[in-house]
């Protein structure tokens, strides 16, 4: 998960970094430093903020998955 996908899923999912940081049990400096590119997290810490957000139904998609672009984010269609 990258830094933009962080912040486009929970902008998909209405989030604020606070309701991230609750959902993965993570502070909230974790989640604001993070999305900032201030430092990168444990590999703990990112898996517990990617598997909040796929909980609440976002789905991450890597650059191998899409036609064009980057890696990206999208709503499953639950």
């Known amino acids: 998960?990258?830094?933009?996908?962080?912040?486009a899923a929970r902008?998909?999912?209405d989030w604020s970094q606070?309701?991230?940081?609750?959902?993965?049990?993570?502070?909230?400096?974790?989640?604001?430093?993070?999305e900032k590119g201030?430092?990168?997290?444990?590999?703990?810490n990112l898996t517990a903020m990617q598997r909040a957000m796929e909980d609440a139904g976002?789905?991450?998609?890597d650059?191998?998955?899409?036609?064009?672009g980057g890696p990206g984010?999208?709503?499953s269609a639950k």
């Open 1 to 7: 998960m990258t830094p933009a996908q962080s912040r």
């Open 11 to 13: 902008g998909l999912l």
């Open 18 to 34: 606070t309701a991230l940081a609750q959902s993965s049990n993570l502070s909230e400096s974790t989640v604001r430093d993070f």
């Open 38 to 44: 201030r430092r990168v997290p444990s590999i703990n």
């Open 58 to 61: 976002v789905i991450f998609q």
């Open 63 to 68: 650059d191998g998955a899409m036609i064009e």
């Open 73 to 75: 984010v999208r709503l």
